[in-house]
């Protein structure tokens, strides 16, 4: 029978062992990001403060070392979580990775480093964005993700996680929107509970970009709250395998924007571009909301709408002194275009730059010198195989970029536009906001603009095949059971080839 002093010192005992000496366990996965031909970024979570051990093994032939053995800590200054950076590392081959802590270990992550900038390779990748995870009665409301679950079964050598990886101020929180950096990093934490997103960000490496939904909805980097925008801008990076490092600096942004290039051999560049942090503010309030500012007089009437915007609306929209990117961003983008010798140059900015002229504040179309000098630029240059990449707008499109469909309508570069991964899709929206007639009217604008293929009305993401032989990059639209997103006019597979 024990004494009341030994319980005591039993009891005294346990309030003086620390926290870590309980059970370790791996919240939320593993995930790798930035690869290139000799490094990546690894990253976990645990429930506490830890010392790990991170174990990377090549799986693929090659000379060298197979194995190498990095340290790395857990503190509750980044709400557990660690990225690691491991190199260096043969270009062109497989790795598996894990994290242990004694006998505890993580998932099992894979990923392919790049091949080096001037070797040929083949290469498949996928992307999509738009990622509402909020759950209501203890389930995902909108779906499990199911899109990831078929980009995963596709193989990608990368996956690009591009734009509102999380939905800080979605309208189905209870709480509001996150404001504070605990309820941003918890908002990762419901996502990183879906099966689908571990699953996929274990099985491949990821390139990540972020939109306005890691902040707040729509907002620009020259007004946006400091405190809010700091507070989503850490708790990204802390949850995601990306580093906020070796970033440009602008006076005119709220903070340095992240803007990174990897090549993928000599047939691929991924060019990721801040569109959030050094944009100026929006011109809708110029424009008092008008829905077609762009339009061209006699269209606008045929929608029933004055033959002229507002005054001054277009010499707003137009205003060479507003910025999407922010003067030093876009000046990297023009030289990275102009110099590099890939054959495929994949522009990644969560917003289109294509012509469809509804409500184009927050687009590319809403600063329009900027960018009309961007395309002229690759023009006047004589850019070839430019692919923007986008999501954002809930809705699959391909079509030609082009100055203005109406006054300059020479091709100049490729659009291809996927997701939602999980939200309301375009077509819910407008049904919601403006009935059928409004449908009706967007879709009569898109085909104004000429696009080659639609869908209104799909979760879905791409898949790109570069093909280093034929020296092509198809694009192929798929939904969540990995099946062909269908056009809504023709019935024929969205998508589309980019080269000879």
């Known amino acids: 029978m024990r004494t009341l002093s030994s319980l005591l010192a039993a009891a005294l005992l346990a309030a003086l062992v620390p926290a870590t000496s309980f059970a370790l366990q791996f919240t939320h996965g593993v995930a790798s990001g930035e690869v290139t031909p000799a490094s990546a970024v690894l990253w976990t979570r645990t429930d506490q403060a830890a ?30 979580t660690v990225r690691v950076v491991v190199a ?14 004694g006998g505890t270990s993580s998932d099992v992550g894979t990923f392919r480093t790049a091949p080096l900038p001037f070797v040929a390779r083949s290469v498949r990748f996928a992307f999509s964005g738009d990622s509402d995870g909020t759950k209501v009665g203890g389930v995902p409301f909108f779906n499990n993700f199911e899109t990831l679950d078929a980009a995963r079964n596709d193989a990608p050598d990368f996956f690009i996680y591009h734009g509102d990886t999380i ?29 689908a997103l571990r699953s996929l960000l274990a099985a491949t490496s990821s ?35 990306t580093l906020d490092v070796l970033l440009p600096e602008d006076p005119v942004c709220a903070d340095r924007p ?8 000599s047939e691929a560049l991924v060019i990721l571009i801040d569109e959030r942090s050094c944009r100026s503010a929006d011109v809708a309030v110029a424009c008092l909301g ?4 762009t339009l061209p007089g006699p269209i606008r009437t045929n929608f029933g709408l004055p033959f002229s915007p507002p005054a001054g609306c277009l010499a707003a929209i137009n205003d060479p002194a507003r910025t999407m990117l922010g003067p030093v961003q876009k000046e990297l983008l023009k030289l990275v275009l102009k110099h590099s010798p890939a054959r495929f140059k994949f522009v990644l900015g969560g917003l289109p730059i294509q012509q469809y002229w ?5 687009r590319w179309e809403g600063y329009g010198a900027e960018r009309a000098e961007l395309l002229n630029f690759i023009r006047d240059e004589g850019i070839e195989n430019v692919v923007f990449l986008a999501t954002d707008n809930h809705a699959n499109f391909t079509n030609e970029v082009f100055v203005d469909a109406f006054s300059d309508p020479q091709p100049i570069a490729h659009e291809f536009v996927t997701g939602p991964i999980a939200t309301n899709t375009l077509q819910v929206s407008i049904l919601n906001l403006f009935g059928a007639a409004g449908l009706a009217g967007f879709n009569a604008l898109l085909s104004l603009a000429g696009v080659d293929c639609r869908n209104l009305n799909a979760y879905s993401y791409a898949l790109v095949d570069v093909d280093a032989t034929a020296g092509t990059a ?15 006019i023709s019935g024929d597979p969205c998508g589309g080839t980019v080269g000879p």
């Not at 260096?88 to 802590?101: K, V």
């Not at 509804?358 to 927050?362: E, G, K, R, S, T």
């Not at 198809?474 to 809504?488: I, P, R, T, Y």
């Open 474 to 488: 198809q694009v192929a639209f798929k939904d969540g059971s990995g099946a062909a997103v269908l056009d809504a």
């Open 88 to 101: 260096p590392l043969l270009p062109d081959a497989t790795y598996r990775y894990q994290f242990r802590r």
């Open 167 to 195: 939905y800080s101020d979605s309208g189905l929180r209870l709480t509001g929107p996150a404001t504070t950096l605990q309820e941003y990093r918890d908002t990762y934490k419901v996502n990183r509970e879906i099966p």
């Open 258 to 265: 992240r803007f990174r290039v990897f090549p993928w051999g």
């Open 358 to 362: 509804a409500l184009p504040y927050d």
């Open 51 to 80: 010392e790990l051990q991170v174990e990377v093994e090549r799986i693929s032939p090659g000379p060298g070392p197979k194995k190498l053995k990095l340290a790395a800590a857990t503190t509750a200054a980044s709400d557990f």
């Open 207 to 241: 390139y990540v970009t972020w939109d306005d939904h890691e902040v707040q909805n729509d907002y620009d980097g020259q007004t946006v709250n400091p405190a809010r925008y700091a507070a989503g801008r850490q708790a990204f990076h802390e949850f995601l395998p």
């Open 290 to 293: 008008d829905l077609g500012p």
